[in-house]
Structure formats: structure tokens, C-alpha cells
């Protein structure tokens, strides 16, 4: 009978040793993944807001330079109308010229001043639709910067689903290993207080197992 006895006090402590080793490391994994998982979602909640910042600011830049397009486009056409106008004026006073040598150096002048005021618009013209094409290439890089960020938002967002999906999985994760931890905590004192009687037993007591538990 002390045989018995004393096989069953070591194999008990065993148990309880094992226990409590069990759920302090299921407690740190916990710990130490959620702490992970928390840093993991501020991190992307900073990257996303930095991104939303610069989709915004290129958004404005987009308008600005498609409102800058709008009035060179304009512009463009008044100096179109411009050049057509001060041609038709040219080809009158060239009619006129050939009706009346009286007014042959006036006419001269004006045609020379035409002339130039045409070399001057079409200058402009020229400045004008190279400024639109330069613009339409911002507008195009713009376009393709705004996809371009809007894509990466788009997966900054997916990917903080997805951990706060695994947050919320840890945290069910967490309930029932704090639930494995209550029972295996009413596990290992239904074990100490068999302990305790075994050893308050007269034939027990002389046993190491038993030792402090007088």
C-alpha cells in the first residue's frame, strides 16, 4: 500500500508541474501574437492615412492642371480667331492695295505690321499648344500616379481586413484559451487538494512528495 501510495503522490505532481507549464506558455504565444498583430495594424492605419493625404493632394494637382488646360484651350482658340481675323484684314488690305497706289506706303506699313502681329500670334499658338501637350503628359502621369496610389489604398485596406479578421481570430483564439486556462487552473487545485490529502494521510506524510504539507 505505501508503494501505491507513493507512486500515485509522484505521478499527481507530475500532472500538476505539467499543467501549469501548459498555460503559461499558451498565455505568452497569446501575448506576444496579438501585441504583433496590434503593431501590424497601426502601422498599416499609418500608411493608409499618408496615402489617402497623397491621393487627395494629386487629385487637386489633377484639377488644377486640367483648369489650367481648359483656359490654354481657350486661350488657343481666341488666337486661332485672331490669326483668321488679322488674315482676312490682310487679304483686304492687299485688294486695297492693288485698287489705290496713292495709299501704297500706308498700306505697306499695315501690311508689315499684319505680317508681324501674324508671325507674333502664331509664335503664341505655337508656345500655347506646346504648353497644352506639356500639360496633357502631366495630366497623364497625374492620371496614372492617382490609379496608381488608388491601387495601393485599395490593398492597404484588403490587407487591414485581413489582420483585423486574424486580430478578431486571435481574440476568439485568446477567450478560449483563457476558458482551457480557468479549467485547467480548477484542474490543477482539484489535484492540489488531493495532494493535500494524501499527504495529510499518517502513511504519507514521511514521503517526499509530502514534505511542507504538515
Request: net charge negative.
Amino acid at each position: 500500500m505505501k508503494f501505491v501510495g507513493q507512486t500515485l503522490n509522484v505521478g499527481l505532481i507530475a500532472v500538476v508541474i505539467i499543467a501549469l507549464v501548459g498555460t503559461v506558455g499558451a498565455t505568452v504565444m497569446y501575448q506576444d501574437s496579438a501585441e504583433d498583430i496590434r503593431g501590424q495594424n497601426e502601422q498599416l492605419r499609418s500608411e493608409n492615412a499618408e496615402l489617402r493625404s497623397q491621393l487627395n493632394e494629386t487629385a487637386g494637382e489633377l484639377q488644377n492642371a486640367r483648369e489650367r488646360i481648359d483656359a490654354l484651350e481657350q486661350r488657343l482658340s481666341t488666337r486661332t480667331e485672331d490669326v483668321d481675323q488679322v488674315s482676312g484684314e490682310l487679304n483686304e488690305t492687299e485688294q486695297e492695295l492693288a485698287a489705290t497706289e496713292a495709299q501704297l506706303e500706308e498700306t505697306r506699313d499695315e501690311l508689315t505690321e499684319a505680317r508681324n502681329r501674324i508671325v507674333d500670334l502664331e509664335t503664341q499658338v505655337d508656345d500655347l499648344k506646346r504648353q497644352r501637350d506639356q500639360l496633357e503628359e502631366n495630366v497623364t502621369y497625374l492620371e496614372e500616379n492617382v490609379t496608381y496610389l488608388e491601387e495601393n489604398v485599395s490593398k492597404l485596406e484588403t490587407e487591414n481586413e485581413n489582420l483585423e479578421t486574424e486580430n478578431e481570430n486571435l481574440e476568439e483564439e485568446n477567450e478560449n484559451l483563457e476558458e482551457e486556462n480557468e479549467n485547467l487552473e480548477e484542474e490543477n487545485a482539484d489535484l492540489v487538494d488531493r495532494l493535500d490529502d494524501l499527504c495529510a494521510k499518517e502513511e504519507n506524510q514521511n514521503e517526499d512528495a509530502c514534505q511542507g504539507y504538515d
